[in-house]
């Protein structure tokens, strides 16, 4: 035995080892399923679980190549979705039963259960990323009957809506469903376009058995073109880099494919050997499929050079194309078989192949009227699925469009509520500020320059009782003091300095006035009405010290945190355990509300007195 010929021999008694196991394990897989489905029925229990159980022993016959059982399951499977009422179910129910009626070759029935299935995908208004999916292989399927029906346009058509629904991750998936396009192009012959489409699915495809295929389908379109070197390079190039101990029929169908595209570019090579090396492994593997090809590429190899066995190959092809069920390559057999046979024989083979063809337009006549009459009914049920989903989607768009107007009104209700609020204390605080800058005027141009002109009179009378020029001094001092302190406030850039003049106003031989932190909170960049109240409730304290405290130091300390202002003040003076509320806190603490902010005290007696207060810079 050849060297070549025993590793053939391993390959393929790997691989009938391989089928063995699978049929045992497959085996026992079924017992199981059945096992499982026999329990849920027992119970009564319609459930997904069951739904599962049913597609995976479908799925299973199906393997085994029983489609008779693996139809009646997904029939079971059906009734299942049904009773549940799940739409998407229904859809992967039907999507099942024509996939298993297209192993059958019944491509009518097949077309309606995926257009049913096509249907009820529609309907779902969620579809997530599997579903979405879903849709676009059934899409897919449907292009592919099509195809078969010489529908090429319809074909396409859908191809393409099943690119739209597959998502990026599914590249192999979309890589196929190019050269499928590409086929159809080859059939119509648009090689240009047809090239293109096999170029997409070679550059996504990221499994070496689909590649090969890929760069097989666009070899051959160079051989039809006749550009021969470009299809040897393809087929030169695949036999260096496809893995064959995976897929031993590549390696027969590229073998094959180059060796007769090297005799049409020259007769007289020698590529006989490999002819015979591709029909060998085809017949070692039951490729009848692959068979086909090598008997028609040998018949036209011997037929200028030796007739008899360009006749023995032609009706091994027909007998090939018999078994296989494939009409139309045992009228290309037959066609090969009138050239060579003698001419009475050969009357017989025409008659013959007349009368086949002409059934086989005939009976392709009567399912292209089927195809065509489920073609209409169904792009009828499609049209409606869309249009209902359309409507779903728009009365759905509605409501979250009314839901959304909701949620802005209310939001913007309460924004408009807090932002009128703030603009209330805002006003209010300068309103305040206003107010008593009013007064303070009104009592400095109006009252204390009368005051003033009372104690000029009593000044200049000589019989003026002293105790009263006192008494009236004093008036004029508390007037004088009450304008000072309700005078306008200096604010913007210049409220810093303006600030540390309140300070140094209060200092003096008795007291000293401390600040620190003033500097890093950037007080000047505060709002107008903010810059005012820290003025007021600073000036208050220190109005209150002078007063009440007897104090001898103070402090007042400026910090930031998480843009919110916080000032201590603090003192050295007796302090007081009860704190009453006077109207001077009173008004310190109104003022802090104003914007927003918070004010605590603090007094014990000997121990001074303490305020804090703070709010959002």
Not at 108 to 114: D, L, N, P, R, V
Not at 436 to 453: C, S
Not at 466 to 473: K, P
Request: aromatic share 12%.
């Amino acid at each position: 035995m050849k060297r070549k010929d025993c590793i053939i021999f391993i390959i393929i008694s790997f691989f009938c080892l391989q089928v063995f196991s699978f049929q045992i394990e497959s085996s026992k897989r079924l017992a199981k399923v059945q096992k499982k489905i026999d329990q849920l029925k027992e119970n009564s229990e319609i459930s997904e679980e069951l739904f599962k159980a049913y597609d995976e022993i479908s799925y299973l016959y199906n393997k085994k190549k029983d489609y008779y059982r693996a139809i009646d399951y997904a029939g079971e499977m059906l009734e299942v979705a049904r009773e549940l009422g799940k739409e998407k179910l229904i859809a992967e129910a039907y999507s099942k039963l024509g996939f298993y009626k297209r192993k059958e070759f019944k491509n009518e029935e097949a077309f309606k259960f995926y257009q049913l299935s096509l249907v009820y995908y529609l309907k779902d208004k969620n579809l997530n990323r599997q579903d979405s999916l879903n849709l676009g292989k059934t899409y897919r399927n449907i292009a592919q009957i099509q195809s078969f029906y010489g529908d090429y346009l319809s074909s396409e058509k859908n191809n393409v809506n099943a690119l739209l629904y597959i998502n990026d991750r599914d590249k192999n998936l979309k890589a196929r469903i190019y050269y499928s396009i590409g086929v159809d192009y080859k059939k119509r012959k648009l090689f240009k376009e047809a090239l293109e489409r096999y170029d997409l699915a070679i550059n996504l495809s990221n499994f070496s058995k689909d590649r090969a295929k890929y760069y097989n389908a666009k070899a051959n379109v160079y051989r039809y073109l006749k550009e021969y070197n470009k299809s040897i390079n393809i087929f030169n190039h695949l036999l260096d880099t496809v893995d064959y101990e995976k897929n031993i029929k590549s390696k027969a169908r590229v073998i094959d494919n180059l060796a007769y595209t090297k005799w049409l570019q020259d007769s007289t090579r020698n590529v006989l050997s490999d002819l015979h090396l591709a029909e060998s492994i085809r017949v070692a593997e039951k490729d009848r499929n692959g068979l086909k090809a090598s008997y028609a590429h040998l018949v036209d190899y011997y037929k200028n050079i030796n007739g008899n066995r360009a006749l023995t190959y032609a009706y091994k092809m027909q007998d090939v194309a018999k078994k296989e069920k494939s009409p139309y390559d045992v009228i290309e057999a037959l066609d090969k078989i009138k050239i060579l046979e003698k001419p009475e024989k050969a009357i017989l083979i025409a008659n013959r192949r007349s009368i086949l063809k002409d059934s086989l337009e005939l009976a392709k006549d009567r399912e292209q009227g089927k195809y065509a009459l489920i073609k209409y009914e169904s792009e009828e049920n499609e049209k409606k699925a869309i249009e209902n989903r359309l409507l779903a989607e728009q009365q759905r768009s509605q409501k979250q469009l009314w839901i959304f107007a909701a949620i802005l009104t209310i939001v913007t209700s309460i924004i408009y509520f807090f932002y009128r609020r703030e603009k209330t204390k805002k006003e209010k605080a300068i309103e305040v500020y206003n107010t008593e800058t009013r007064l303070a005027k009104k009592i400095h141009d109006e009252l204390a320059n009368d005051v003033y002109a009372v104690m000029s009179t009593l000044q200049n009378n000589s019989i003026t009782d002293s105790n009263l020029l006192t008494r009236v001094e004093k008036i004029y001092a508390q007037t004088r003091d009450i304008s000072h302190e309700n005078s306008p406030v200096l604010t913007g850039e210049y409220f810093e300095n303006f600030l540390k003049q309140l300070f140094v106003d209060f200092t003096n031989d008795t007291c000293k006035v401390i600040h620190k932190g003033l500097l890093e909170v950037n007080i000047n960049e505060l709002p107008k009405e903010k810059q005012i109240v820290v003025y007021r409730v600073l000036q208050e304290l220190l109005v209150n010290m002078k007063k009440y405290s007897k104090a001898n130091l103070v402090l007042i300390s400026f910090s930031i945190q998480k843009h919110t202002l916080s000032v201590m003040y603090q003192d050295n003076g007796i302090g007081t355990e009860n704190l009453a509320m006077k109207n001077g806190l009173q008004n310190m603490e109104t003022r802090i509300k104003s914007v927003g902010g918070f004010i605590t005290f603090e007094s014990k007696q000997g121990k001074g007195f303490q305020a804090k207060f703070q709010f959002k810079k």
